[in-house]
């Protein structure tokens, strides 16, 4: 069983700064990548930011230069810092985790989500 723990999320005002986190847990053998999403109300989800297990980034056009993700490879753990935040940054944010588990001495390759965490910048 894996899982992923979501924290950080918060209401703040525009131009301010919240660090999101998530750690995860489980039957690990390694973890390929790991990624933040979002999605607004009425909208798809959205990547936002991505680290992979070399530690090669990319971001949404939206954020570049306002967030920062990174990660914590001892603890499994992967942050986005986020910072100017705007309105239009208002979400629900989700961890995804591209992770090989061991189940039964076997290695299987999936992809795993956190249960969301509510950011919000009033306008």
């Known amino acids: 069983q894996v899982q992923l723990v979501e924290s950080g999320g918060g209401s703040v005002q525009a131009g301010g700064f919240l660090r999101l986190s998530c750690a995860a847990s489980g039957s690990i053998f390694s973890i390929n990548a790991m990624a933040w999403y979002r999605q607004a109300p009425g909208k798809q989800r959205e990547l936002v930011a991505r680290?992979?297990?070399?530690?090669?980034?990319n971001y949404a056009e939206s954020v570049k230069g306002r967030f920062t993700i990174s990660r914590d490879n001892a603890e499994n753990t992967v942050y986005l810092q986020m910072n100017s935040l705007k309105p239009e940054d208002t979400a629900v944010y989700y961890c995804?985790?591209?992770?090989?588990?061991?189940?039964?001495?076997?290695?299987?390759?999936?992809?795993?989500w956190g249960q969301g965490t509510q950011v919000t910048v009033p306008s």
């Open positions: 995804n985790a591209d992770l090989t588990v061991v189940v039964a001495s076997t290695r299987f390759r999936n992809d795993y």
């Open positions: 680290v992979t297990s070399g530690g090669s980034t």
